[in-house]
């Protein structure tokens, strides 16, 4: 029987950020951020362009520096510890193009140890991306499913998406969102950045609005509908009229 005086364990959010800023001469892509955000949860990073997204991103992933302020990726600030864990995908495309698929697919088993090949294979052929193909040979939204595909195979406790179906066709779209991002343990969690909030919002736990380097609201996203009677979309849409 546990000690009724024992104190009991909380576990770290799976991000939290304190007074987070990133100042570049004369503005601020982040100012003063606080925020909070659970593990287990697919939460929306919205906010039009030019609202800090990327660059929350960015930090969150370890790849540019705050300014001032206190980041933490599951306890921990961002670095080399946390990038074991942690799943990035940035807006644009990094492979050569002059690659093959299995060439992406062979990268990333011999960077990540929590790599499940099988799971990537089986995801690839289900969206029709040719194995053998080089990546110049194929459209920009394919290219787009290979890097998704490879960055969700990996098993990690947080997920970092930034615009991961942009540039995706509707017809696979669906399939992205509804099989890839949930199928996922239940204890990692996946920040998504986008602004397509209509084709999100039905698999989204939770939502930030982030507008002018500052977070606008967050919160859980059934209980924000609930409360106000609106999509998410129709919210952010009123919340950002002016932006």
């Not at 003063?32 to 609202?51: Q, V, W």
């Amino acid at each position: 029987m546990n000690d009724m005086n024992e104190p009991m364990y909380t576990p770290a959010p799976a991000i939290a950020c304190y007074g987070l800023t990133k100042a570049y001469p004369g503005a601020f892509a982040l100012n003063g951020i606080d925020l909070e955000l659970p593990r287990g949860k697919i939460i929306g990073l919205l906010g039009p362009n030019g609202s800090g997204k990327s660059t929350l991103v960015k930090i969150l992933a370890g790849l540019l520096q705050p300014t001032s302020g206190t980041v933490l990726v599951d306890g921990l600030a961002p670095g080399a510890e946390t990038k074991s864990f942690v799943s990035y995908l940035p807006e644009r495309t990094y492979f050569d193009p002059a690659m093959r698929v299995s060439g992406c697919v062979r990268m990333f088993s011999d960077f990540y140890a929590d790599f499940d090949r099988e799971r990537a294979l089986s995801l690839l052929a289900v969206l029709g991306v040719p194995y053998t193909a080089k990546l110049k040979t194929l459209s920009k939204g394919t290219r787009e499913k290979v890097q998704l595909v490879l960055v969700m195979s990996r098993r990690a406790r947080l997920y970092l998406l930034d615009e991961p179906i942009g540039g995706v066709d509707p017809a696979a779209r669906d399939y992205i969102l509804n099989t890839i991002l949930t199928n996922r343990d239940p204890d990692a969690t996946i920040l998504l950045s986008t602004h397509l909030i209509r084709d999100v919002e039905d698999i989204l736990d939770g939502f930030v609005f982030l507008g002018g380097g500052q977070v606008i609201v967050s919160g859980d996203a059934a209980e924000a509908r609930a409360r106000h009677g609106k999509t998410l979309d129709e919210m952010f849409r009123e919340v950002f009229r002016c932006y």
